[in-house]
């Protein structure tokens, strides 16, 4: 029996009705999510969608040299594995565990059929498209116009908004990958911020102090990323 209490902490499951939620009973999954774990690879062929709970995900664009940078980042927000229902079995990004956690999936094939139901479950996976694509689109002009400092800061806001603590376990060298820079530079950024009392970090761990501290430090890629989210999903439930 699927756990709805805990599903719901899904804010994309939470908006379905409960005729949605009986429908797919049966289909969804709870799924461990452990730091680092890959839930498709570029250029493969995705088999299932995920919902995280607890759990935060980066989707990461790569290279042909093995270089990586984040493209987005996906929570209790939202689903992975958007390129299924939009017209794509496979994609040119790789998704990875950033924060471990917890989630549902789902066979592709089942959402496919939801989808192309063409009721309220398009609509609302559609609006969730254009906020992730606007999230992307804003970290192109972050990382082309913004310093490295004020990335940082956005990019902790952003895993902040989809945690229910105010830490985070990861290494500098796993931050720095996502944000395509030298480990070094990372160091430094977050030296700074703890100096000043925003952060703590400790052996893996980024406690943040200060979040509005935080939040003026940041760029206002943030904020127009947040204000996208809640223009297109503020819908409690869909009809």
Not at 19 to 37: A, D, I, K, N
Not at 48 to 64: D, G, M, N, Q, W
Not at 156 to 177: G, H, K, P, Y
Not at 214 to 239: D, F
Request: charged letters at 20%; glycine letters at 8%; one cysteine or more.
């Amino acid at each position: 029996m699927i756990p709805w209490i805990g599903a719901k902490k899904n804010q994309l499951l939470a908006a379905l009705s409960e005729v949605e939620l009986e429908r797919w009973r049966s289909q969804l999954e709870v799924v461990e999510m452990p730091l680092g774990q890959v839930l498709y690879e570029s250029g493969g062929v995705l088999e299932y969608v995920y919902f995280p709970t607890s759990a935060i995900v980066s989707i990461l664009y790569v290279l042909e040299n093995g270089s990586t940078a984040e493209i987005a980042v996906v929570g209790n927000e939202g689903i992975i594995g958007i390129s299924l229902f939009i017209g794509g079995e496979s994609t040119c990004s790789r998704a990875v565990v950033q924060s471990a956690g917890h989630g549902f999936r789902m066979p592709e094939k089942i959402l496919n059929d939801e989808f192309y139901r063409s009721g309220p479950v398009l609509q609302l996976l559609l609006r969730y498209t254009q906020a992730l694509i606007a999230q992307m689109a804003q970290t192109a002009i972050c990382n082309r116009h913004h310093t490295l400092s004020q990335q940082l800061c956005r990019w902790l806001l952003l895993s902040l908004d989809r945690l229910e603590a105010n830490e985070l376990v990861i290494t500098q060298e796993l931050i720095a990958n996502m944000l395509g820079v030298r480990r070094e530079t990372v160091t430094e950024s977050a030296h700074k911020l703890q100096n000043e009392g925003v952060i703590k970090y400790v052996r893996g761990r980024i406690t943040v102090l200060d979040r509005h501290g935080l939040e003026q430090r940041s760029c206002e890629c943030y904020g127009v990323v947040k204000r996208e989210y809640e223009r297109l999903l503020s819908t409690k439930t869909v009809a």
